[in-house]
């Protein structure tokens, strides 16, 4: 497998970010429900240059030294008094099941640990998503909960599953 890396996000990401981000097929489990702007992303590239203590998130590109842009991850809803972050990731379809996710969750919780000595994080997961699923588990998160009739889309309603991993 090549080599995979994290990096900041950039202005010159935002075709990439913009085409990932109103792939309506995401909406479901990022809670979209209108298309993101150009300059709502350019604003949003823009703030990812602020602090993670100010920003409470931060997105990375999951790259190689052969592929610019395999997709994101992202930790959000950082919380540094209770050394606690959420967890997201999006690969592009073509690279799934590859090892690309695992590796990059291990490289975020590295930096979680090293640079933001965080205690824990954690996953808001679909039921139905279980490619999702068995990265989280294959990555030793554990599952702490269901929440019932989490979310609504489709027409009706959908459990999540709450992740959660101690670093």
Request: charged letters at 30%.
């Amino acid at each position: 497998m090549k080599k995979i890396r994290l990096r900041a996000l950039e202005i010159e990401d935002i075709d990439f970010l913009y085409s990932l981000e109103n792939d309506r097929e995401n909406w479901n489990y990022s809670n979209r429900v209108e298309y993101y702007s150009r300059a709502l992303l350019e604003d949003f590239i823009e703030k990812q240059r602020l602090d993670i203590y100010q920003t409470r998130q931060k997105r990375f590109v999951i790259t190689s030294q052969e592929v610019r842009n395999y997709g994101f991850v992202d930790l959000y809803d950082f919380e540094p008094k209770h050394k606690r972050a959420g967890v997201g990731i999006t690969i592009l379809k073509e690279f799934r099941s590859k090892g690309i996710g695992s590796a990059s969750l291990l490289l975020l919780e590295k930096y979680a640990i090293q640079i933001l000595d965080l205690h824990q994080i954690y996953a808001n997961v679909a039921m139905e998503n279980l490619p999702s699923i068995r990265l989280f588990e294959r990555a030793k998160y554990k599952k702490i909960a269901i929440k019932k009739d989490w979310n609504y889309y489709g027409g009706k309603f959908h459990d999540e599953i709450l992740y959660q991993k101690i670093l």
